[in-house]
């Protein structure tokens, strides 16, 4: 005798904050062989006394760099949680916990008989996000908890990923610029404010993202100016191609080759330092190197990964993204012949040995969340998930 529980993400499990999350729970009792066999199964009956559901924010920290802040309202949180029956087993903090919505409260099943519970949550725009760092972890999970009676509660744990829109300058503003604007403004109706919706900050996203304004960067050292950078825009989102142009026609000392590098770095806000003097942790992830002596123009493409987290900042640590620059560069090269006319040709050999140096160049730019559903397909996840109680 048993039953058993699905929960299924019909909408992916990819969501931003604000969004809210769906959930389909259901409950089935299956026949089992003995059943079929007697003409009296649909005396038999499965008793659940309760099940409800909740949504944790777990928060695990390197105890050896990381002092977890106590504030009032996580000790408010902690007592909160632990009136519910889904206080999270794993080790870490809990530094968000929905309140529990009860499905049923006893439910009877007969044999082959199912019965599905909607279980629908708003996530706060002030969450955390999804996040797994070298020193703090951030990680959602939808808890559904059920009881047969007189027996021990049963849990089902469904992995969510949660995105959050950081760093926005003034969203007030984004919203009501014409560019947002689907239906003309009507002067004799009184203004409201409006609370974001998932759809708003969307298009919050699509401004800030889509704006192309060509950013130029004169790179220079103490010999002379090496190259003249162009980036088409400093918001990205994920999933985006970081687009870039560099123009050596005018440069005066030689650049050898270069290398552009797309880096995060977490940094551990002050008071939660473990160490006194603990620096910034990088991260790097896709990486663009050439060999540019005589190049003129050359571009990179940086590739920005769905699996990342975008900029945020909590009490705990914030994450920033740049562009990682290194140039070698020499002056002790001589410079390639020149033909005297287009019919003839030389040939020029390059130096066994150069004298060079490297210069190192960091760029800050802004990696913002994408659409919950470009995540999703981009990197399939399991969205059905099962237990037997």
């Not at 969501?15 to 066999?37: D, M, N, W």
């Not at 939808?142 to 949660?162: D, S």
């Not at 604007?181 to 298009?203: C, E, G, H, W, Y």
């Not at 142009?245 to 005066?252: E, I, P, R």
């Amino acid at each position: 005798m048993m039953i058993e529980v699905h929960a299924r993400l019909p909408h992916g499990s990819v969501f931003l904050a604000g969004e809210a999350v769906e959930c389909h729970i259901s409950f089935r009792s299956p026949f089992t062989y003995s059943q079929k066999q007697s003409q009296y199964n649909s005396d038999v009956e499965e008793v659940l006394a309760w099940a409800s559901a909740q949504i944790h924010c777990q928060c695990t920290v390197d105890d050896t760099l990381v002092k977890f802040p106590t504030t009032a309202s996580q000790e408010e949180l902690a007592t909160a949680s632990q009136d519910t029956s889904f206080i999270p087993c794993e080790s870490g903090h809990v530094v968000l916990s929905t309140k529990p919505k009860i499905l049923f409260c006893d439910l009877k099943l007969s044999p082959g008989e199912s019965k599905t519970y909607v279980y629908r949550e708003t996530i706060p725009t002030n969450a955390p996000p999804s996040y797994r760092g070298q020193c703090v972890k951030y990680a959602y999970k939808i808890t559904v908890g059920t009881q047969r009676v007189n027996a021990v509660i049963k849990l089902l744990k469904i992995p969510i990923r949660v995105l959050v829109l950081y760093g926005v300058p003034d969203a007030q503003f984004f919203t009501d610029s014409e560019e947002l604007q689907v239906a003309p403004a009507n002067p004799f109706l009184q203004s409201q404010q409006k609370q974001p919706t998932t759809s708003s900050t969307l298009q919050i996203l699509e401004a800030i993202t889509a704006r192309r304004s060509p950013s130029y960067y004169n790179i220079t050292n103490q010999s002379g100016k090496v190259v003249r950078f162009c980036l088409l825009k400093s918001a990205y989102r994920l999933g985006e191609d970081i687009i870039g142009v560099f123009d050596f026609s005018q440069g005066t000392v030689k650049c050898v080759q270069f290398s552009v590098t797309l880096v995060s770095e977490e940094e551990l806000q002050e008071h939660c330092k473990g160490r006194a003097k603990q620096s910034i942790t990088t991260v790097a992830y896709n990486k663009h190197h050439e060999f540019s002596f005589h190049l003129d123009l050359t571009q990179v493409i940086l590739h920005i990964p769905l699996t990342v987290t975008p900029a945020f900042s909590t009490d705990i640590v914030s994450l920033k993204w740049k562009l990682h620059f290194e140039f070698v560069t020499t002056n002790t090269i001589s410079a390639m012949p020149e033909s005297a006319s287009s019919s003839e040709s030389v040939s020029w050999q390059g130096p066994a040995n150069l004298d060079v140096q490297t210069m190192i160049w960091d760029l800050p730019i802004d990696v913002y969340p994408t659409h919950p559903l470009q995540v999703a397909h981009g990197l399939p996840s399991k969205l059905d998930h099962m237990i037997t109680i």
